[in-house]
């Protein structure tokens, strides 16, 4: 199942840089977008979402823009934390109204 | 902040066995889930539940699989007779309504499930 696709396994970044994941779907039918953090031995945290009729969402040192017409969104961190170092996972929800569909996941990590 | 809670943390059966991995979702919330995270592999989505039935599963959820709200607290996921690939960790989640901007899925910390 490629319809949500995260194309970078890890990213690396310094401290109090912005941190940039990226996320392309494949479905035209996904109207609602989430990220994910997960820590090892955790379960996925809610981090931001994003309806389709919006192209940006911002909550703190979180950013979520969303292209349509590219089927691609991205997260943006600023600035990164050392504490946000953990697997940051995209999701999308569509006309199956309890149903997610989740990328492979991105491993960040944040040099002090 | 409340949260969804999953026991055991770990559980390890033989193939052919009964397994039931526990949930407590945040008390308000009315929309159930269960996906699961094979090693090295994307999370997926098994289950929804909603008013005491089955909303919507996937193809993974055969006659093997099947998910019950007890009480008024617990929801549970009960696989009949476990494979080798039902290794995972299964995630619980809840969400106050169906997935929505409103209304994001909150996961609990998962039971890793060992199938010998």
């Known amino acids: 199942d490629q319809q949500v696709k995260q194309n970078s396994p890890s990213l690396s970044v310094q401290e109090g840089r912005i941190s940039i994941l990226n996320c392309d779907y494949t479905?035209?039918?996904?109207?609602?977008f989430l990220w994910y953090k997960k820590y090892p031995a955790e379960g996925p945290t809610f981090l931001i979402s994003?309806?389709?009729?919006?192209d940006k969402n911002e909550d703190g040192r979180f950013t979520v823009f969303l292209n349509k017409s590219a089927k691609h969104l991205s997260l943006h961190i600023v600035p990164s934390q050392p504490g946000d170092s953990a697997v940051y996972f995209c999701?999308?929800?569509?006309?199956?109204?309890?149903?997610?569909?989740f990328g492979q996941g991105t491993i960040l990590t944040v040099h002090p | 902040e409340p949260e969804v809670t999953q026991t055991p943390s770990h559980q390890v059966t033989q193939m052919g066995q009964e397994v039931i991995l526990r949930c407590v979702p945040i008390?308000?919330?009315?929309?159930f889930y269960w996906y699961r995270q094979i090693l090295g592999q994307k999370v997926e989505f098994l289950v929804s539940?909603?008013?005491?039935?089955?909303?919507?599963k996937s193809e993974i959820f055969d006659d093997q699989f099947s998910v019950e709200r007890p009480d008024g607290s617990n929801f549970t996921l009960k696989i009949r007779s476990t494979k080798l690939e039902d290794s995972a960790m299964y995630f619980c989640?809840?969400?106050?309504?169906?997935?929505?901007?409103?209304?994001?899925?909150?996961f609990g910390n998962g039971t890793r499930l060992t199938v010998t």
């Open positions: 479905n035209s039918m996904f109207d609602y």
């Open positions: 994003i309806s389709s009729i919006k």
């Open positions: 008390s308000n919330h009315l929309y």
């Open positions: 539940f909603y008013n005491n039935e089955i909303s919507e």
């Open positions: 989640a809840s969400s106050p309504g169906g997935v929505s901007y409103n209304s994001p899925l909150h």
């Open positions: 999701a999308a929800s569509g006309t199956s109204y309890g149903k997610l569909t």
